[in-house]
Every structure is written in C-alpha cells, then in structure tokens.
C-alpha cells in the first residue's frame, strides 16, 4: 500500500510526523514524502528540515494522501496548482484522502470538499466554511466517503490510527497506538476552546501576533539556505541513500 504524505516549504511538522509514526505501521506500507520535486523542505519553525523523498509526477496513484497544515504558509500553499492539480488527480483513484489541520483548507481549494462536512483548526474553521465545506467545530475526526479530515495538529495522530483501523484492523491499530504509547495525559487542561480560559485565549493571540511578524521579516530563500547547508550534490547522496533503504524499511506489524 502506498502512502503519499505531501510536504512543503512552512508546513507545520507535527502535522505529518505524528500521522507518519503510526501509519507506518501499516503491513507492507510504502510511505513517500511527496512535492513538486525532491528536496529539502524547510518547516514553518524556520529551522526544522523536511525532505521531499518523491516528486508528484512519480507518484501518480497513491491508496492514500495525507496533508498537513501551516501556521504561515496555508494561503500560500492553497493556491499552488501544481498540488492542487496532483490532489484532484489522485483523489479520483485513492481509498482515503486526508488532512490534518489546516491542510484541509488546500482540499477545499482544490474543490474536494464542497458540500460536505469537515474540519480543520479551530482558527480557520471560518475560512473552512467559506470555501464550500461545511465547517465542524466539535470533532476531532470528520469523514464522509473516503474523505477523511483531522483537527488542529494533534489530531493528526487520532486521524492515522483512525485510518490504521480502517486500512489494517483494529488490532494493528491497537498495537501501533501501544508502541508509540500513545495515551494522553496533558498536564493541562486546555486544548479546546470550550476549555481554554480567557488568559490563554490572550496568549495565543500574541503567539500568533508574534509568528505574523517575524514571517513578514524573513526572506525565505535565505532561511533556507542558511537551514538546510547541503550542496546540489550532497542532497543527491541523501536522497540516493533514503530511497534504497525505502523497501527494508517497510514497517511490517503482524
């Protein structure tokens, strides 16, 4: 089974990192880290680097693609069309389309989800519904079809086992979820609005306030350059290298 996960420059890294390290465990899975071509790709912390293993042309018919969002870089990426493109070709063949985060703001650009439910961040739930989807506020999980749409980061971890379940049996789902020791316990109670007081409210505002700032600041190319430190060629080697581990590294839980 082959799992396309889409990266991009700003991307929010606990999106895709967290639905990665338990989809793994899908028997016989062939994850790809996909984007317009192969390459480093630097997350919206401006210092974490990603890397694109395969570009969309090379993978033209996943059994599942997952997107993940951004703090910076969703109205950006929502309009890039060469991902908006690739997201409608595959859609028409895959068993599960899915975000998490954000990321389904770029399926309802790319006109995926117009009409039916589905959920993204709490701070874009407006823009959500302003596409054409209709906007859930209480779910960490929405799917309709093979339609499958996660919450505000996190959930992108309960969105994979979700799909783990589906794709692989509750059992293999169970077992992922035990190997990563998945079993939340936060020290604070306040990952939701419905429970956030108003002081925490306050915070998230300068945080994001903050962010905003230091985006209109930056001179991405630069950032990267300085992040990232590999040559043309040097990537090359480690591009070489990831993608001849690729079929022993398959993750197998059985």
């Known amino acids: 089974m082959q799992i396309a996960m889409v ?22 899975a062939e994850i790809r880290f996909v984007w317009s071509e192969p390459g480093p790709v630097i997350a919206d912390s401006g210092v974490l680097v990603l890397a694109a293993t395969h570009s969309f042309d090379e993978t033209p ?20 069309r060469q991902l908006l493109d690739w997201l409608r070709r595959v859609h028409e063949t895959t068993l599960w389309t899915a975000s998490v985060c954000t990321g389904s703001i770029v399926l309802a650009s790319a006109g995926l989800l117009e009409g039916l439910p589905a959920t993204t961040h709490w701070s874009q739930l407006p823009v959500l519904d302003g596409l054409g989807a209709k906007a859930i506020d209480d779910q960490r999980i929405v799917h309709t079809g093979k339609i499958v749409t996660g919450a505000g980061v996190s959930a992108g971890i309960d969105l994979a086992l979700w799909l783990v379940g589906q794709v692989a049996g509750d059992d293999v789902a169970r077992a992922a979820q035990l190997v990563i020791e998945y079993d939340p316990r936060p020290p604070y109670d306040s990952g939701s609005l419905a429970k956030a007081g108003a002081a925490t409210k306050r915070a998230v505002a300068a945080i994001i306030g903050r962010e905003a700032v230091k985006l209109a600041a930056a001179e991405p190319g630069a950032l990267l350059r300085e992040s990232v430190g590999l040559s043309q060629l040097a990537w090359k080697t480690v591009l070489h290298k990831v993608r001849r581990r690729t079929p022993s590294s398959r993750t197998t839980l059985r």
């Open 7 to 28: 990266v991009y420059p700003g991307m929010t890294a606990l999106d895709l990192i967290g639905p990665y390290e338990v989809l793994r465990f899908v028997p016989d």
């Open 61 to 80: 018919a996943p059994d599942i693609v997952v997107i993940g969002g951004s703090g910076t870089a969703t109205a950006t990426i929502s309009k890039n």
